[in-house]
């Protein structure tokens, strides 16, 4: 226990110096009971020990030091629990996450769900952004600082192929806080180091869900799965589809939700088929993250006053018990 005002601890030293007087005038009372008990104007004093009136000041002397405890305003380490974890914001940006099935495009559409759901996240979640397109790139380490997760994702443009894959595996390298590399340069599922078990983290994987590239996404699934990250995808565009036009060819692309289902499946996460703001609330919702406790200093002077009183107010019923009066 520390103090904000430890100066007032040496109001402390009024409390043995009114024990003494206490003591000596109740010495100076017996003595004369005694002398007066000897002429035979009162009666003599009961041998019989009276333990309330020795309860009594020791009552008032406790409730009086822990009055004099609060004005030096004691702060104590309390315990605060608070949800903890790592999610990281996978975004595709491929070339057809320009479509159009979602206003302004998909990735437009998906940036401004992420972003409403960065900035409602409590400041105990850690939040990384995963770019993936033919290759993937982590834009933002995990940070508590939501600016910077903001500002990553303000810079997400689309282009190239898509690699689901490779995406996930970046996740996890962000996630690990180290590059994730699978047997055979990236073409497997099984990573060359060992990667460990990271609850309470997940993944946000904003996808249309058409792999065109790279690693089969559901082998990283499983990896995801043994290392204890659950992947929630998201699924960007309509399963009707849409067409682009990229220098002068037209593109067909629509959303594969199949893909997306079952890595869902694979590493217990959950699908969801929009990338609103809404469902974004349900996806955090979902997260299994984990619950932990720091221990936080916060200001107790009213638990010690409030002590102090129930104190003062136990010595003064129990007088009243004893002798009829307060003191």
């Given at each position: 226990m520390t103090f904000t005002w430890p100066w007032m601890l040496v109001t402390l030293a009024a409390v043995p110096a009114l024990v003494v007087g206490y003591r000596r005038m109740l010495r100076g009372q017996a003595q004369r009971r005694a002398d007066l008990a000897a002429l035979g104007l009162v009666t003599p004093t009961p041998t019989r020990p009276d333990t309330a009136r020795r309860v009594v000041p020791v009552l008032f002397g406790a409730a009086l030091t822990l009055m004099l405890l609060a004005l030096a305003r004691p702060v104590a380490s309390v315990?605060?629990?608070?949800?903890?974890?790592?999610?990281?914001?996978?975004?595709?940006?491929?070339?057809?996450?320009?479509?159009?099935d979602e206003e302004p495009t998909r990735l437009d559409y998906a940036k401004a769900a992420a972003r409403s759901f960065v900035d409602k996240q409590p400041s105990s979640i850690r939040m990384g952004v995963v770019a993936f397109d033919g290759s993937a790139l982590v834009l933002q380490q995990p940070t508590r600082d939501?600016?910077?997760?903001?500002?990553?994702?303000?810079?997400?443009?689309?282009?190239?192929?898509?690699?689901?894959?490779r995406g996930i595996l970046a996740s996890l390298g962000a996630i690990a806080g180290k590059v994730?590399?699978?047997?055979?340069g990236t073409e497997g599922g099984n990573p060359e180091t060992p990667?460990?078990?990271?609850?309470?983290?997940?993944?946000?994987?904003?996808?249309?869900?058409?792999?065109?590239?790279?690693?089969?996404?559901?082998e990283l699934a499983d990896l995801a799965s043994?290392?204890?990250?659950?992947?929630?995808?998201?699924?960007?565009?309509s399963t009707s589809g849409s067409v682009l036009q990229v220098d002068g060819?037209?593109?067909?692309?629509?959303?594969?939700?199949d893909t997306?289902?079952?890595?869902?499946?694979?590493?217990?996460?959950?699908?969801?088929?929009?990338?609103?703001?809404?469902?974004?609330?349900?996806?955090?919702?979902?997260?299994?993250?984990?619950?932990?406790?720091?221990?936080?200093p916060r200001e107790v002077t009213s638990l010690v006053a409030a002590l102090a009183t129930l104190l003062l107010l136990a010595g003064a019923g129990l007088s009243v018990v004893r002798s009829g009066r307060v003191i």
């Open positions: 315990a605060e629990p608070r949800r903890e974890g790592t999610v990281i914001l996978a975004f595709d940006v491929s070339t057809s996450m320009a479509a159009k939501k600016n910077e997760a903001l500002s990553a994702i303000n810079r997400l443009a689309p282009q190239g192929d898509t690699d689901i894959g994730i590399t699978a047997a055979g990667i460990g078990y990271y609850g309470g983290t997940a993944i946000v994987l904003l996808t249309d869900g058409e792999n065109t590239d790279g690693p089969d996404p559901l043994a290392a204890g990250v659950r992947i929630y995808p998201v699924g960007l565009g060819f037209s593109i067909a692309t629509a959303l594969d939700e997306l289902k079952q890595i869902a499946r694979t590493t217990g996460g959950t699908y969801y088929p929009a990338a609103d703001p809404a469902t974004l609330a349900q996806v955090y919702d979902s997260l299994e993250l984990t619950w932990t406790s720091r221990m936080v």
